[in-house]
Every structure is written in structure tokens, then in C-alpha cells.
């Protein structure tokens, strides 16, 4: 007799290994964190003996569930907000939510309050994309649970990193901090190809690479996305992410909603799990992903639940259960993904979806021991038929539900006994998570008043890329600008001339928040107006640093096409303040050594200004991308069009208008 | 002060009135079987005193929910199949165990196996469909639910009735012991438009309005459906039951997956309730109702989990949740059916849907006393948001589980405290249940091996009409035919001529169930062949009873295109025997006396005969019409065909065949 730790005996096994054996009454030896032998009762007991014996007859025992992609530490949001249009949601709640709340603290209780749930429902293996990543690996360590962590990386300032640069490091040290743990997986998580530029995915791929880590992206979740993908880079973000070495390494892609079979052949080809989160794509209206096509391609597809703020939970028994009804809707055909087949996905072909195939998912000799006991003497689970093998994992499927789970074992660790958390603390936990929800209550309430919330409710708004270097001057020689536009170094893009009414609002807001109405009137060559366009843009403070005699900003800005009259806005918000700027522009787009860079020359109209200014302006998204483009900036300034350092300004033109009851202006139509 | 017997106090009180008052914490006041006040805590327990006061800190308290529509004796086959197509789940599975297990005891046992579980997921009121309905009414009362118990009518044999007129005796009968019962409402239910007669239809909505009672039915489940009734009826399923009168009276539509607009607003004028069922329109890939816009038109649509058979649960929690989930991916918007309103479906507009709205689906002074606890002190309903109004109706449709309700409440009786059910003996019912379940696990053992199960598993099978009454006789002088053709009575409608090449496979099957392949080979007007149908037939023993001197013929049969040849079919079926019947056939479909006939005039080809004989065939669906065809038909055999008594016959060319290895005929390509 073999001695080992623990012995479960006497229920039916679902091994979920390559032969889906089942072994009814069956058994499992666990030694240490892995699993020593399965097979049937009679076999197991006559050759091990162990110091801990679990009966689990009446019983189901099955691999620990694979989560393949949530957020956890969203579950301090869960409920924030239901019901709203993407944008609404995104930037009416979530964001301001985690630009006020997200720090080490808030990650890790989250991190933790998600564990208790992700346990009791059953799931033993997870794969995280947040901020602070370090405190999810933390909370999932402590608790023993195994996960891929992953550090998010944007080109956007998150709630870790004001630049992309500090999310690189993060991520790197994290990386290097928690590889080999046995339980945590760190991994680099590009939030998705269109918050992320070519170079940081190709770097976030080189990160992957070099460190032999697991690389976690958002990949086609909604058509927008696609067909965005599709304007800026002339290719779905499929095609881009397998162009920039995304999909060489180790790659999880998240909802893959909106892909064709091209691209679902690609990402076989790649290797590239895909990750699928019915309940919020459903919930977010994003689609119904073809995972019926990407599994007859031998795609791996994992099940997930995406984070609690989008969901509201993390069970994964509801999301395998709708992974098997939706494929049939969405096919048309009511065989389609099979209850055994769901099942796999939330265990052996998702943890290879995940690329930990090789240490969870099923129930073999060596792997891990991640193992669940499901209890089904209840009356949903009445009767159980057996004359189809097949009806086992249809039980699971479309009966049990996740409070079914008795018993979780994690690396051989008891976490969940007769739903007994043993490590965890959960009183404690509940009561610093409504702590923690009751503040966010109260900011939400203030912010819920404010102007953020009223604009969102009468515009579409979109992000946009929040990276920019300026440098500005008066500049009252003008016939100067052939100069710069003459030079050798210089071609010019496009040129364009027109004049810009701006309306700002101001509010006693304590984000310092404003909405510029902006009218442009397009200019054609003999001075006639060729076209008008209206925007609202919805500003948050602005951040400031002097940057090789430029200044970099870095602002989060929002913006929408303005379809309702000035007047409307105006009586609409009631702004504590307003400001006018009206002004002439001529803008030329050019390159400069090969840089793109916006020339702005302008005439203040309103308030009268006796003064042109000339702006120097360029996108950016990263430090180093900013110090080369000031220099090149700085030349134009001051090498070629030779403009005084004593003439270079700072300010923003709104900044110099004065409060005004609108001036006389072509009211829109 | 006033005393009540009872006192909820302290939860959160969703009374889901017009109103929408939410009382934060709030009181329910309850005397016998009603509601006597609802309100804040403090102006409730100011104003009552009670007998017995439960505290409900913490919890929410509610209206029970209403299941719009479920078959609850299926819960006995919870899991018999799954993951099929839709003939082969019904006619592999359903309907044969059906067929030898549905008797009273089964019914009753079933209904309250299902009732258990509607009130550990917080059900309170139901809409039932099924056979022995007295069964489910009885299991109902004693269990202590509020049902909507509707008798099924077809127009083919049931488990519960060999005619149509039975089972309306059954039906009138029903409905005449159990009205006015304080929680039964008895109702009738013809199954569907495709599977009653417009007579039968007719005669239920008379039925329905004679007694004031519901009438419960399926409409417009499948877009197969809709376009048979398209081509059998000129139109669509909806228009066709508003034109019998179906939707005159407390009509409950199920399904309603395929209507247009302009259907939506018939339900709408004529009241009639949708009962919306998520999870089963998913399993059977049936589609995604409209919802949305059915309830944009203001009809009342309510939630529903369809029979366990096809679901597998009868769990409110996952069809509201589904419900909000579903209308947004279907209507592309995710602020669609928000989770108020889906809470609304499952409540207060679902008990309108059903004809009970004012009598529950909402806690208000004089409604029945139908109230449920949901605790929510767990990890995954934390943390609790309050800034929204709304979020306390996100938090129960997007976050809590049907094993959170704690009590439930019905008609002012207790049903389940603790989620200890009070008014059943759940291990007893368990065990009962599992028993059956053994039984029909070993015949479904069996009949998997038969048959059926081949046939299903390679063709598409639909169940033919099953009534007919039918005349033989020996008629050699067959141009007297012309006498018949001729007569003033008789008109024309077609007129065919063909061969046909019959095999028959037997078997030695408990049911004695045949399969006939049938080639079709059609005779034109100079004799040449101008097409070939082949067809498979499955047909069940003929049940026949003399009637008038003619027969009447009730069969289950089923047909289905046959697309492989003749060869495949004898190898696949194995059969024990096989026959073979060749005859040419002239046949005639007329009208007598108004009244369509079938007359074919038979040579028997093989084996071979020195008779021919004349069948006279009408379809029938109750026992006095077809005593009115039977009269018809023997005036045509004997006053106008003067067909000897003696000459009349009564076997069919199958039996009289002999076991045959197959005579040379022409090969079916």
C-alpha cells in the first residue's frame, strides 16, 4: 500500500483527460500539491492508503474550473452601475470610479473578495488583467488559488502609471518578482490593439518572449472596434496583432467576438487561445462570439466571466451553461457545442487556452491537484439518468449550479470545505468591501451631479489619444511661415483654413472638468465657407511638464459630434462659467524629417488681441517618443523660423479669455 | 394597533406596484391569505402588531415570482436527452417514454418533484401545461402553490386520451371540479395551431369563455412552424388563432419566437399574454423572442423556464437573468430590458401575462399574500451599490441566485423557511423520483437499441396526422369506378397515377413498430415514368375499431424524405423480416357531398394477385366526425359502388405479404 495525503473516494469522476474516462464510483490520490493516481474506487483504495479519507459519494468529482479571463479586483464595482450604453458605463462610472479608488489597496481587496466568489463557485485557475497587478497575484497567492496575472499596459495614464513607460517597468519588475511562484503565472497584458500603439505591442511581445511569460490581450470585442481597426491600419486587429509578433508567444485574446475564419485560422496557427465571455457580451451587447467555428478549427477556447463590473458575478457555471445554449441560437443548431464539450472548455481545453495545460484542467497522475466535489443529491439535480454517458456532463451543465460545490482543492490545498472558506476571512472581507463600495457610493452621488454625467447622457462620446507635445508662441511676422514651409526638410500633408468658435464651460467642479463647443467653419480659397462642423469636448485637467524647452501634455479628452444647437448646451449645463475664443486658422500638417507635426497660425478674433500665435503640435505616447519630437519641435521654433525665446508662451487661450455673456456669432443651425 | 398574523420587517421591500415603491427598510403586514399594508418599517410596525414578526435585516423582500409557462411534471425527465435535434430528442426520447411511463401517479409524482423546486428558486405562481392536469392541480394545492393548471388538447392520441373528445371530456371536466379553488385556476390548453384543427380550436376558445378560464398555448415556437402554417393556412400562426377566436379570451401565448410587428400588436389589442422562455428557445435553437418591441407595444410579456426536459430547471433566477441578457445582443443595445423591467416580467406584468395580475405579482394592500426573502449577505451580492434607485433591481437580476431566497410565502402560508420546504417531504420525493427515473433509464437502455433510434439518427422525421377512417373492399370491375367519378354528389379536385415500390422492415420490437421505405414512381399520361419521391415511414401498431361498417385508424406515423438508397437502409436497419408490396395505383382525391375522400384503385403487382381492390379514405379528428365520414363513405362503397358486403376487407397489403428477400425491381439511385 502506497501512502498519501489525501484520498477522495466514491463518486463519479470526471477526469476530463484526452479519453474523458469516468470512472463511477471512482477516486483520487493526492500527494503533496499534485495528483498521484485516478481510476476506480476499488482500484485506487486496494493500492493507496491515506492520512485523509473524503467520501464524496452521491458525489461529482471534476477538475477545478478555469476562468480564462476576468478582472477580479472589479469586484469592489460590481453593481456600480447596469443597464447603460458602453460610453455611459466606461466613462460615466467606471473610470472616474478607478481614477478616484484604484490603488494597491483597492486591487488587493478586490483581488480578494473575487477569490472568496471565485472559490466557492468552484473555480480553482484564473487569468487577471488589472492595474497593479502585484497586489492580484498577492491576494490569489495568500488564498491559493492559481492564476495568470497580468499587468496592464496602455497608452493611455492608468491608475498604476502616468506614462507608458511606468507601466513598462511595473510589469517587468512584477514579472521578474513572481516568476516561478507555483501558484501565480505573471504575465503582460497590452489592453487591447487600439489602446496600445505598433511599438508597445511589439514590445509587450518582446517582454512575453524574453521572459517566457503568457501575453493577455483584448482582441475584436465589439464591431466598432473592427471596423476602427480597419480605418486606422487598413486590417482587422487580428491580421495587425499577428503582424507585430502578439500572437508568437504564449497569447490569450480575450472575446474575439467579431472574427472570420481567416482570422480564426490565424489564431489557430498561433497557437492563441481564445478566451470567451458570454455573459458580458451579451450584457454590453457586443455580440455572440463563433466558438462553435473556432473549436471545429481546433482553436483552444477557454470560458470566462470577465470582470464583476460587467457581469455582475464570477460563476462560472453560469457562463458554461451559456457558452452551450448560445452557440446553438447562434448556429441555428441545437447540437451544437454539446454539454461535455462546454465542460472541457471550462477545464482541460481551457487551461491549454491559457497555456497551463500542462499543470490543470483535468484529472491525471501528476498534474496538479485542482479538484472540485459537486454535490447533486438536491432536488434540481433529481433525477440523474445514465443510459447516455454523455448525461453526466449535461447534469453539470444545464442542472448544477455553482452553490452544488462542496469541496475546493487547489495545488493540493483544502480552500473550500462542506462551503466552508478556509482561508479566507470572510466577515472581515464583506465588511471592508461595503466599506470601501459605501465611499464610491458617495463619490458617485457628487459625481452623478456633475458634468461629466450630463454630458454623457446627450453624447456619444469617444476617447482620445491623450499624448501631445506643444510648443507656442506669438508670432506676428507671418509672411515668416514660408520659410518653414519652403524648407528642405519640410513636405506638407494638407493644408486647411478655417475660422473656430469656441463656447467653453466651466463648472465648480472638483475634477476641474470643461466642455468646449466648438464650431469650425471650413474656409474655401476665396474666403468662402465651405462647411461647418460642431463638436463638445469634455476636457479633464491637463498635466503640464516643460520638456526640453517644449511641454508635454497629457490630458484625458473626450469627444462627440455636437448635434444640438449652441443654445441647447448652454441652458442644458448651466456652467458656472463661460468663455469665448473665436479665432482664424490656418493649419498645415507636415512632415519634418520625416516627423508628422501640426502648424497651427493663428488670429485671436475674440477677445480682440493685437498678437499671432504659431502652434507646434504632435502626437505622442511615451517619453522617449516625446523628448525626440521637442527637439524636433524646438529646431522648428527656433532653428528655422528663428522665433525668440522670450516670445514662447504657455498658456491655453481659454486661459486668457475673460468670463463673457456670448458675443454676437453665426448661431448654429 | 392592529393585529395581523403576520409581519415581515426590515428588508429592503421591492413592492413592484405601478408606482415602483421601494421602502428602505420596509414592512409587509399579512392577515390569512392576503396583504394587509406595505410600507416603511417604521409606519408598518407603528400601525400592526403580529402574532409572528420576521425579522428580514439585511434581505429583500418581494413579490413571488411568476414561471409563465412550464410542463412541471417533466421534471421526472430532467436530463433524459440533451443536445439533440429537436425530432430526435422528441421522438427518440420524450415521446416513447412518454408513451409507457405518463400516467396519473407519474404526473402528480412529477409536479411535485417540480414544485420543490419552484419554491427553492422562489417561485409562487405558475402557468402548467400537460396531461392529467387534475394530477398537477392535486400536487399544487397540497404543496400549497398558486397554478394556472391547463389540460392539453390534440389532435393526435395522448398519454392522458386516444381522442380528441376524451380529452375534452377531461379538459370540461376538469375545469368544472377545480374553479373556484383559492390557488388553482383550471384552464384549457390546445397545444398548438399546427397540432389542433381549426375546429378544435374553435371549440376550446368556447370552452374557454364559456367557463371563464385561461387558455394556454404554443404559438409561433419555430420559424418551421411559421411557414408550414403559411402553406397549410395562407398566413402566419398568429392571425390564424385570432381568426378562430383563440385570442378572445385570457389567451397565455408561449414562445411567440417568430412574429413581425404587426403580429405583436394583435397580441397587444386582443390582451393576450406572451410567456417568454430564454433558456429552452436557446437549448432548441429556436431563436431570440422579440421582446423588446413586444413590450415597446405594451404587451404584457412574462418570464418563463419551459418543462425540465428542455431546460433543465425550472429557475427563475437564470431565465429573468437571461431575459435582460438576450434583448440586448438581439436588439443590439445594451440598455435594452433593463434589470427593472426584466424584474417586472417575473413579477407584477408576468402575473398580468397570465390573467392573475390582480391577484399577485406585486406586494400591495389586497393581494394574496405570494412574498419571497432574498438574502443577500454573501460574497457574491457584495458590495451593494444605493447610489441608483435602480441598482437594488441589478443587484437581484444580475447578481442573486435562486439559492438566496431564503423564505417563501404563498397565499399567507409559509412554504419554505430557512430553505427548509415546510409542506413537503423532500427526501421521500427524491427518492420517489429517482425510482421512476431507474425505470425509464432502463427502457430508454432498450428502445436506444431499437428502431426508432436508428431512424431518427438519419433522417428528418415529422408526425403525420393520425386519424382516418378507411373502407376496403375487393373491386375487380374496376370500370365501374366510372359510375362513382360521374355521380352528381362527386367532384374531381385530382387525380393521379402511379407506381409504387414498398418495403417494409419488421422487427422484433416490444413496440411492433415498422418502417416502410417507399418509392414513389409517378405515371404520366402515356405511361411514362415522370418522378420519383422516396419516402421513409416509421409507423407505431394501428389501433383500429370498427365504426359504421367502415374503420377508423389511429396511428402514430412519421415520415421523412428517404435521400439514400434502399440498399443503405436494409444494412443500416438490420431488420428481423422484410416484406414487399408493388402496386400500380389510380387514385382520386374527390369531393362528396363536400366532403374530401381518397379513392385509390390498387393492382397489387407483388406478390402477385389476381385481386384489385378499391380503398376509400377520408381524414378525421374526433369521434363524430368521423362517424358523419364513415356514414359517407359507406354510401360510396355500397349505393353507389354497389360493393358487396362480402367483398369488404379488412388487412393491409402488409400483412398479407410474406417475408421477401427482395424481388428485382428498379434501384433507387
Chains 1, 2 share one sequence.
Not at 524648407?487 to 473656430?500: E, L, P
Not at 473665436?582 to 520625416?594: A, F, N, P, S, T
Request: glycine share 4%.
Amino acid at each position: 500500500m502506497q501512502q498519501v495525503d489525501q484520498l477522495l473516494i466514491g463518486g463519479t469522476v470526471l477526469t476530463m483527460n484526452e479519453a474523458l474516462d469516468v470512472y463511477e464510483p471512482g477516486a483520487v490520490a493526492v500527494q503533496d500539491d499534485h495528483i498521484v493516481a485516478v481510476g476506480s474506487m476499488n482500484g485506487i483504495t486496494a493500492a493507496y492508503e491515506a492520512s485523509e479519507t473524503v467520501d464524496c459519494t452521491g458525489q461529482i468529482i471534476m477538475p477545478g474550473i478555469v476562468n480564462g479571463h476576468t478582472h477580479l479586483s472589479m469586484a469592489l464595482m460590481r453593481g456600480l452601475s447596469d443597464d447603460l450604453r458602453l460610453d455611459v458605463w466606461l466613462m460615466g462610472y467606471i473610470m472616474p470610479a478607478e481614477r478616484a479608488f484604484v490603488d494597491e489597496e483597492f486591487v488587493y481587496l478586490g483581488a480578494k473578495l473575487a477569490a472568496a466568489e471565485l472559490i466557492m463557485c468552484g473555480t480553482t485557475s484564473f487569468a487577471d488583467m488589472y492595474y497593479y497587478e502585484a497586489e492580484v497575484a498577492r491576494a490569489a497567492a495568500e488564498v491559493g488559488l492559481r492564476g495568470i496575472c497580468s499587468q496592464t499596459i496602455l497608452k493611455f495614464p492608468a491608475p498604476d502609471a502616468e506614462s507608458y513607460e511606468q507601466s513598462m517597468a511595473y510589469a517587468e519588475n512584477f514579472i521578474q518578482e513572481w516568476k516561478g511562484h507555483p501558484l501565480i503565472i505573471p504575465a503582460i497584458a497590452p489592453h487591447a490593439p487600439y489602446t496600445n500603439t505598433d511599438d508597445m505591442l511589439q514590445q509587450c511581445a518582446e517582454i512575453a518572449k524574453k521572459y517566457d511569460v503568457p501575453l493577455h490581450i483584448h482582441v475584436s470585442e465589439t464591431r466598432q472596434e473592427v471596423e476602427d481597426s480597419r480605418d486606422n491600419y487598413g486590417m482587422p486587429p487580428v491580421p495587425r496583432i499577428k503582424k507585430l509578433g502578439i500572437l508568437d508567444h504564449k497569447c490569450l485574446c480575450a472575446h474575439c467576438v467579431h472574427v472570420d475564419s481567416g482570422e480564426i485560422r490565424t489564431l489557430r496557427n498561433h497557437g492563441a487561445g481564445v478566451l470567451h465571455n458570454p455573459t458580458s457580451n451579451l450584457k454590453l451587447a457586443s455580440g455572440i462570439a463563433p466558438i462553435q467555428e473556432m473549436l471545429e478549427h481546433g482553436v483552444n477556447v477557454a470560458i470566462a466571466t470577465d470582470g464583476s463590473a460587467s457581469n455582475n458575478d464570477l460563476d462560472m457555471f453560469t457562463e458554461i451553461h451559456l457558452a452551450a445554449l448560445l452557440a446553438k441560437v447562434a448556429t441555428n443548431d441545437p447540437t451544437a457545442v454539446p454539454a461535455k464539450q462546454a465542460l472541457l472548455m471550462a477545464t482541460r481545453i481551457g487551461a491549454q487556452a491559457c497555456h497551463i495545460g500542462d499543470i490543470t484542467g483535468s484529472l491525471e497522475a501528476g498534474k496538479r491537484a485542482d479538484i472540485i466535489i459537486i454535490d447533486i443529491r438536491n432536488v434540481h439535480n433529481t433525477p440523474t439518468y445514465r443510459h447516455d454517458p454523455d448525461s453526466v456532463y449535461a447534469q453539470v451543465v444545464y442542472a448544477a449550479k455553482s452553490t452544488d460545490v462542496k469541496h475546493v482543492m487547489c495545488n493540493g490545498q483544502w480552500l473550500m470545505r462542506d462551503r466552508q472558506l478556509l482561508t479566507i476571512n470572510l466577515d472581515e472581507l464583506l465588511e471592508r468591501s461595503q466599506a470601501i463600495a459605501n465611499r464610491i457610493d458617495d463619490f458617485i452621488r457628487e459625481y452623478s451631479s456633475n458634468i461629466m454625467s450630463k454630458l454623457i447622457s446627450v453624447a456619444s462620446f469617444q476617447q482620445q489619444e491623450s499624448f501631445e507635445i506643444q510648443l507656442k508662441a506669438r508670432f506676428n511676422e507671418t509672411e515668416r511661415i514660408e520659410v518653414l514651409l519652403n524648407h528642405d526638410d519640410v513636405s506638407i500633408v494638407k493644408h486647411s483654413h478655417y475660422r473656430q468658435y469656441d463656447t467653453y464651460f466651466l463648472f465648480n467642479d472638483p475634477d476641474d472638468a470643461r466642455v468646449r463647443y466648438r464650431e469650425d467653419d471650413f474656409i474655401g480659397e476665396n474666403g468662402e465657407v465651405t462647411g461647418v462642423r460642431s463638436r463638445l469636448t469634455y476636457t479633464l485637467p491637463t498635466k503640464e511638464r516643460e520638456f526640453d524647452k517644449a511641454i508635454l501634455l497629457s490630458h484625458s479628452q473626450f469627444y462627440a459630434p455636437a448635434d444640438r444647437p449652441l443654445r441647447f448646451y448652454r441652458e442644458y449645463f448651466k456652467a458656472a462659467e463661460e468663455r469665448e475664443i473665436h479665432k482664424e486658422r490656418l493649419r498645415w500638417q507636415i512632415l519634418y524629417k520625416g516627423v508628422q507635426f501640426y502648424i497651427n497660425l493663428d488670429t485671436i478674433l475674440h477677445p480682440e488681441s493685437k498678437n499671432k500665435y504659431l502652434e507646434v503640435k504632435s502626437r505622442t505616447w511615451s517619453l522617449s517618443d516625446a523628448e525626440y519630437k521637442a527637439s524636433l519641435a524646438t529646431e522648428i521654433i527656433s532653428t528655422i523660423l528663428n522665433i525668440d525665446e522670450q516670445d514662447r508662451v504657455a498658456f491655453e487661450y481659454v486661459d486668457s479669455a475673460t468670463s463673457s455673456p456670448h458675443p454676437s456669432r453665426p448661431e448654429t443651425t
